[in-house]
């Protein structure tokens, strides 16, 4: 099949994207110092290890083959027929990005930001493997995401795949759409956290005899909100860059895709804010946290779309959604995520899919666009999901994922690292173990 | 343990089902795509899919109820 063509850039566009690009590592720092925070104290140096191991893992990966499978529109891929429509299910680039000119071509800017978009996925799965993942095994179920789970959902979305032809094969609306990568980083990347956690199981001691959850709180809401800070910047960079490359945004519309981002995640803070409080007599800083992580990725999907008034109503639910669920999973399906990976990512990133589907007007044909979403989450829960959970259960077959009993009641960092990350502070987190 | 012993205990068979369930879900929403013209029947067919997907996606979720929190690593 002829490949579709490849959207041109002018001189500014390649200058901003760059710049958006360059922001988006603190969207990573920002999820991993959050990740860190709701963890134990006597995992907070293993987990900000794990994720500059999961980052690096990634982006080694994705250059060896991941970029080969995922491609970019207008480069080669593989394509069957079906009723005389052409379904593209595979890029078929060469491996090392050796189809590839680094030279700021709107491929190499977008095999760039990709580098670091599956470094980000392959952080979220950390935070719901906190407090009991092997440093090595979690490096493995990375390359699993980096070099295969990850690259075939984007192809479909941002390669030229068959969830973005929807539109043009099948009259679907504009086909499935999302700018910053609601569903092929977060939700992609939240389904493998529900993976692991399900594999994994619950810490020791998060679930007594009676089967009711021990609470286990995060050693550091001030790492946690830092890392919040951090993320809304890297996300300001993901969304306006992937605004450009993947919708063929014009530039002066970045103004709208910041202004849609802060709000999305602020109207979601505040709307944890008032839940929390309502429920608990007193705002839930992790929850709140968790809030504003979940109107970020609930942003991605409509930023470049939206109106803002849109965008704060994706930021309510998602922040009203985050706290719910986040409860929902831990008292009613006895899903023990120390760092909300899986409301705040699968859930918020789903609803983002959706509300774009919902809530956005384009010019021309816009009929079908939320089938077009709907088929979109379709695919993450009926092939993703168990794509995730076969590969990394398989992994878990070969290379036991989970610390040893010893491990996990000694810390990770004393059992894997040799060292704790505060070894001059006493800490009580035993108290929550059961011996 | 064999594989076949493993399929047989331990709640895996409820797990197989559920994904069989998930991926059988996911199926009928890409036949329906490929398959009916744009009626109102393609949305129904569409969110039929989806809801096997959900069908599956609860057996998955019961079939790991039971909390494995004291098992060995």
Same mark, same amino acid.
């Given at each position: 099949?002829?490949?579709?063509?490849?959207?041109?850039?002018?001189?500014?566009?390649?200058?901003?994207?760059?710049?958006?690009?360059?922001?988006?590592p603190?969207?990573? *720092?920002?999820?991993?110092?959050?990740n860190?925070?709701?963890?134990?104290?006597?995992?907070?140096?293993?987990?900000?290890?794990?994720?500059?191991?999961?980052?690096?893992?990634?982006?080694?990966?994705?250059?060896v083959?991941?970029?080969?499978?995922q491609?970019?529109?207008?480069?080669?891929?593989?394509?069957?027929?079906?009723?005389?429509?052409?379904?593209?299910w595979?890029?078929a680039?060469? &491996?090392?990005?050796?189809?590839?000119?680094?030279?700021?071509?709107?491929?190499?800017?977008?095999?760039?930001?990709?580098?670091?978009?599956?470094?980000?996925?392959?952080?979220? &799965?950390l935070g719901?493997?906190?407090d009991?993942?092997?440093?090595?095994?979690?490096?493995?179920?990375?390359?699993?995401?980096?070099?295969?789970? %990850?690259p075939?959902?984007?192809?479909?979305?941002?390669?030229?795949?068959?969830?973005?032809?929807?539109?043009?094969?099948?009259?679907?609306? /504009?086909?499935?759409?999302?700018?910053?990568?609601?569903?092929?980083?977060?939700?992609?990347?939240?389904?493998?956290?529900l993976?692991m956690?399900?594999?994994?199981?619950?810490?020791?001691?998060? %679930?007594?005899?009676?089967?009711?959850?021990?609470?286990?709180?995060?050693?550091?809401?001030v790492?946690?909100?830092?890392?919040?800070?951090?993320?809304?910047?890297?996300w300001?960079?993901?969304?306006?860059?992937?605004?450009?490359?993947?919708?063929?945004?014009?530039?002066?519309?970045?103004?709208?895709?910041?202004v849609?981002?802060?709000?999305s995640?602020a109207?979601?803070?505040?709307?944890?804010?008032?839940?929390?409080s309502?429920?608990?007599?007193?705002?839930?800083?992790?929850?709140?946290?968790?809030?504003?992580?979940?109107?970020?990725?609930?942003?991605?999907?409509?930023?470049?779309?939206?109106?803002?008034?849109?965008?704060?109503?994706?930021?309510?639910?998602?922040?009203?959604?985050?706290?719910?669920?986040?409860?929902?999973?831990?008292?009613?399906?006895?899903?023990?995520?120390?760092?909300?990976a899986?409301?705040v990512?699968?859930l918020?990133?789903?609803?983002?899919?959706?509300?774009?589907?919902?809530?956005?007007?384009?010019?021309?044909?816009?009929?079908?666009?939320?089938?077009?979403?709907?088929?979109?989450?379709?695919?993450?829960?009926?092939?993703?999901? &168990?794509?995730?959970?076969?590969?990394?259960l398989?992994?878990? /077959?070969? %290379?036991?994922? /989970?610390v040893?009993?010893?491990?996990?009641?000694?810390?990770?960092?004393?059992?894997?690292?040799? *060292?704790?990350?505060?070894?001059?502070?006493?800490?009580?987190?035993?108290?929550?173990?059961?011996? | 343990?064999?594989?076949?012993?493993?399929?047989?205990?331990?709640? %895996?068979?409820?797990?197989?089902?559920?994904?069989?369930?998930l991926?059988?879900?996911?199926?009928?929403?890409?036949?329906?795509?490929?398959?009916?013209?744009?009626?109102?029947?393609?949305?129904?067919?569409?969110?039929a899919?989806?809801?096997?997907?959900?069908?599956?996606?609860?057996?998955?979720?019961?079939?790991?109820?039971? &909390?494995?929190?004291?098992?060995?690593?």
């Amino acid at each position: 099949m002829t490949p579709l063509p490849a959207p041109v850039l002018s001189q500014i566009a390649v200058a901003l994207c760059i710049l958006f690009i360059l922001l988006v590592p603190l969207a990573a *720092a920002g999820l991993a110092l959050i990740n860190a925070g709701l963890g134990r104290a006597h995992s907070a140096a293993h987990s900000m290890l794990a994720s500059l191991s999961v980052i690096a893992v990634a982006a080694t990966v994705y250059f060896v083959c991941g970029f080969s499978w995922q491609g970019f529109i207008g480069q080669p891929a593989h394509v069957f027929t079906v009723g005389g429509r052409a379904w593209s299910w595979i890029a078929a680039e060469p &491996p090392f990005f050796r189809g590839l000119r680094l030279d700021g071509s709107t491929a190499s800017l977008a095999a760039w930001l990709q580098m670091l978009s599956v470094g980000l996925a392959a952080l979220i &799965p950390l935070g719901a493997g906190a407090d009991r993942w092997r440093l090595g095994a979690s490096c493995a179920s990375t390359a699993l995401l980096a070099g295969w789970t %990850y690259p075939l959902f984007a192809h479909w979305v941002w390669g030229g795949g068959w969830l973005a032809q929807l539109g043009v094969n099948y009259g679907l609306g /504009r086909g499935f759409v999302d700018a910053g990568g609601s569903s092929s980083i977060q939700v992609v990347g939240g389904l493998t956290a529900l993976a692991m956690a399900w594999i994994l199981g619950p810490r020791r001691g998060k %679930y007594g005899s009676n089967g009711l959850p021990n609470a286990i709180p995060g050693h550091s809401a001030v790492l946690v909100l830092a890392g919040c800070m951090l993320a809304w910047l890297g996300w300001l960079g993901l969304n306006s860059a992937g605004a450009i490359l993947f919708t063929g945004a014009e530039t002066g519309r970045v103004v709208l895709v910041a202004v849609n981002t802060t709000l999305s995640a602020a109207s979601a803070a505040l709307a944890g804010t008032v839940v929390t409080s309502m429920r608990f007599g007193k705002p839930d800083a992790s929850l709140i946290a968790n809030g504003w992580t979940g109107g970020l990725a609930a942003s991605s999907a409509g930023c470049a779309v939206l109106d803002p008034a849109e965008a704060v109503i994706v930021g309510m639910v998602a922040g009203g959604l985050t706290a719910w669920a986040a409860d929902w999973l831990e008292f009613g399906l006895k899903v023990d995520d120390p760092g909300g990976a899986i409301s705040v990512h699968a859930l918020g990133g789903i609803w983002g899919v959706l509300a774009l589907g919902v809530l956005a007007q384009f010019s021309g044909q816009t009929s079908g666009q939320f089938l077009a979403q709907l088929v979109g989450v379709a695919t993450l829960i009926g092939f993703v999901l &168990p794509l995730t959970y076969g590969l990394n259960l398989l992994l878990n /077959r070969f %290379y036991p994922q /989970r610390v040893s009993v010893d491990g996990e009641r000694q810390g990770m960092d004393l059992h894997e690292l040799g *060292a704790d990350a505060y070894p001059e502070f006493v800490s009580h987190s035993e108290e929550f173990i059961q011996r | 343990m064999s594989w076949v012993t493993l399929a047989m205990s331990e709640g %895996y068979s409820m797990k197989l089902a559920g994904f069989l369930l998930l991926l059988a879900g996911w199926g009928i929403v890409l036949s329906t795509i490929m398959l009916i013209a744009p009626t109102p029947a393609r949305t129904g067919f569409v969110l039929a899919g989806i809801a096997v997907e959900a069908l599956g996606l609860i057996l998955v979720a019961r079939s790991h109820l039971e &909390p494995k929190g004291e098992r060995q690593g």
